[in-house]
């Protein structure tokens, strides 16, 4: 018989018939109480065994952690807490599970513990829920962009250039590591001899061959891994992360601001529709660690009404300078939380400048645009003031920046400046040069860190709790 999930189960469709239901066991309760968990939803399923039915040696081997199939009659409950059970019939052990030595014990585990645990955390009703809730984020990134005339565009991982420029770049190479590979004169390693003839790396960004598809295809959007060997071992970073950038042709700065906002409301209203339960779990969880804080440190909001604060107001937009201006007339607060004294114009912001312009003084999220070309990247369209760009940065409470992006410099002269003042190399970079000199035109994109979009729905802290099989400096263990 073909086992039914528990999401379903509990939802009553298969009342009074014979069910069978497959997975873990969480708790086993006073020989008879079974509470299933099968990863279909945060709930678990109860399974009565009638007491004496069973033969003592399968008793035994329902522990913690052990897969196990039910075969039994789905009633209403009689007991509290759940709506439906399985008066069971049946019982097959399919994989037991050592209780003394199975590390996922029915208590709470820091989150630390758990992450030196990543295989078997997903067995967790925090992490079942915070990875049921990414992948609902992953689907309604693919259903704004697919109803709304984007193509998805698979750009490559091992590529030949540094699209940010910002040379924290993981190297390819095929050739051998043990010093015998070839040396040019000089006793540099001779790249012409490595696979692709060059020497290449794992992409930071899908940009630049996105915009070679945008502008072509009109719209289009990436959601890919990115790769980033920045040494930064914050709450904030990974090493490996997904990023969704779309690209628009013909949209300018604006339009590109009104896509962002637009795209991140859909997405969080998307979600919080269909993982009422999850986020409900995931709520309750913040709820009760609130209350081991001081009453100044709690957060205003709790985690559905920040998530719908989000949907239903504006984001705030304000220009590099008028942020600049805000934080020099600001002063640092008395437990100097917010070190922010900004020296002066020009200068990159810090993230404690970032989270006072989006926790303090706007308390919503904040778009700022225009900042000094000279802390952007070489692409972003230079403003007529000379020395702005037209670039957007978006600022999540708690978060920090959670998207980049900008209007690109489409005027070929400009961009060829550019490179050469920054020592880009036109050779690597001659097909994109191309989008400018056939039929170049206005065009924007952005790119949307997905782990800390998933950090800010779930309301979790560090961004290794969000991602399956967290990459940061010092650890790929899984
Ligand atoms: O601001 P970034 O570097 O922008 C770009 O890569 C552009 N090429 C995007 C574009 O315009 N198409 O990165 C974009 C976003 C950041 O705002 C942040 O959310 C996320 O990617 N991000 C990271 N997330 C996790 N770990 C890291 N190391 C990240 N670096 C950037
Ligand atoms: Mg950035």
């Not at 809730?133 to 259903?143: D, E, M, N, P, Q």
Request: aromatic residues 10%; charged residues 25%.
């Amino acid at each position: 018989m073909k086992h039914t999930k528990i999401k379903d189960l509990l939802a009553g469709s298969n009342l009074l018939q014979e069910v069978v239901a497959k997975g873990w066991v969480r708790t086993f309760r006073n020989n008879q109480f079974i509470a299933l968990n099968d990863g279909s939803t945060i709930h678990n399923i109860q399974c009565v065994l009638e007491l004496d039915a069973f033969p003592e040696e399968t008793i035994k081997r329902i522990t913690t952690g052990a897969a196990i199939s039910v075969k039994g009659t789905l009633v209403e409950s009689q007991g509290k807490g759940q709506k439906y059970e399985i008066q069971a019939n049946t019982l097959e052990i399919l994989g037991d599970s050592d209780a003394e030595k199975y590390p996922i014990q029915p208590k709470k585990h820091s989150l630390e513990f758990l992450r030196e645990n990543a295989h078997l955390r997903i067995r967790t009703n925090m992490f079942g829920a915070i990875m049921r809730v990414r992948s609902t984020l992953s689907y309604a990134v693919h259903k704004y962009f697919q109803d709304n005339g984007f193509f998805y565009v698979n750009t490559p991982i091992i590529t030949g250039s540094d699209a940010e420029g910002a040379g924290e770049m993981f190297q390819v190479t095929s050739l051998p590591l043990d010093g015998s590979a070839p040396k040019n004169e000089d006793g540099s390693i001779n790249y012409k001899e490595d696979f692709f003839g060059k020497h290449t790396n794992l992409t930071v960004s899908g940009q630049l061959e996105g915009e070679a598809y945008a502008m072509a295809l009109g719209s289009i959007y990436t959601f890919g891994p990115t790769f980033r060997a920045e040494n930064s071992n914050t709450s904030r970073h990974l090493a490996e992360f997904w990023m969704i950038e779309p690209e628009v042709a013909f949209n300018n700065l604006d339009d590109n601001m009104d896509l962002a906002e637009d795209f991140i409301k859909f997405v969080i209203k998307y979600t919080v529709e269909k993982c009422e339960d999850d986020l409900l779990q995931l709520e309750a969880r913040l709820i009760d660690e609130e209350k081991s804080k001081p009453q100044a440190d709690r957060s205003e909001m709790t985690l559905m009404e920040k998530l719908k604060f989000v949907m239903e107001n504006n984001f705030k937009r304000v220009s590099y300078t008028e942020a600049i201006d805000i934080l020099k007339g600001s002063k640092p607060n008395k437990n100097k939380k917010f070190q922010y004294l900004i020296e002066e114009w020009g200068a990159d912001l810090q993230s404690e400048h970032e989270r006072f312009l989006v926790e303090k003084h706007f308390k919503c999220p904040v778009i700022l645009f225009d900042y000094p070309a000279d802390i952007k990247s070489f692409y972003m369209r230079l403003n007529d003031d000379g020395k702005t760009v037209r670039a957007m940065d978006i600022l999540f409470p708690g978060i920090g920046e959670i998207v980049g992006g900008s209007q690109r410099e489409e005027r070929y002269d400009v961009l060829v400046e550019k490179m050469q003042a920054l020592n880009i190399p036109e050779e690597e970079l001659w097909w994109y040069l191309d989008t400018r000199k056939f039929g170049s035109a206005v065009h924007s994109g952005f790119g949307l860190g997905f782990e800390r979009l998933v950090l800010f729905v779930t309301g979790m802290t560090n961004i290794r709790d969000v991602i399956p099989f967290p990459r940061t400096p010092q650890n790929a263990e899984f």
